[in-house]
């Protein structure tokens, strides 16, 4: 259940980052919107959840935490 909170963390940050986003982007600031996303926190919150799904498929351990182990 640690995977599915820290996913689901990390994609709402996102989600606030892209609302920001559009907000940059409502009000024509073409300059800080670009800004935003190739260097701010757009950025980081991609980078951040990117980095929990690689962790996740090269850790060996399945979103419970467990290895996996196939059949038993």
């Given at each position: ?41 757009l ?20 979103s ?9």
């Open positions: 259940m640690k995977y599915a909170r820290q996913t689901q963390d990390a994609l709402d940050r996102l989600d606030q980052a892209l609302a920001q986003l559009r907000g940059l982007i409502k009000r024509g600031d073409q300059k800080a919107a670009l800004s935003f996303m190739e260097e701010g926190d950025k980081e919150r991609f980078e951040e959840l990117q980095s929990i799904i690689t962790i996740s498929s090269t850790s060996g351990l399945g419970r935490g467990t290895s996996q182990t196939g059949r038993l």
